[in-house]
């Protein structure tokens, strides 16, 4: 299983991005896909999680500016990022999880600055 991960970029604060990931390599339908984040002075943190039905979570630092969606079908996560912060500043991770699998992206750099 592969997961590709597209979007990232430089944006400055009040901007937007949107994350795509893809994964392939499997048929059947993830049981959730997740995004989290990481800098290098902190640890990797979920930021949104999509479950196969229609739950999700949001890290209460990204609730209202942040929205994670997903194309079950495809085993496509998307992360549309508004009113983006420096302290958004991570490397973004794509995650899936299949029964006791459990599988990353190679990351995607989102940078906000002015």
């Known amino acids: 299983v592969q997961l590709v991960e597209s979007g990232g970029g430089l944006v400055q604060p009040g901007g937007s991005l949107r994350l795509s990931c893809a994964a392939s390599?499997?048929?059947?339908?993830?049981?959730?896909m997740a995004w989290h984040r990481q800098t290098p002075d902190k640890q990797r943190e979920l930021v949104a999680v999509?479950?196969?039905?229609?739950?999700?979570n949001y890290a209460d630092s990204v609730k209202g500016r942040f929205t994670i969606s997903r194309d079950n079908g495809k085993n496509l996560v998307y992360l549309q990022m508004n009113n983006l912060k420096p302290e958004d500043t991570a490397v973004y991770y794509c995650?899936?999880?299949?029964?006791?699998?459990?599988?990353w992206g190679q990351g995607t750099q989102v940078t906000v600055s002015a």
């Open positions: 995650n899936a999880r299949l029964d006791l699998m459990n599988f």
């Open positions: 390599g499997i048929s059947r339908s993830m049981d959730t």
């Open positions: 999509a479950t196969g039905g229609v739950s999700t």
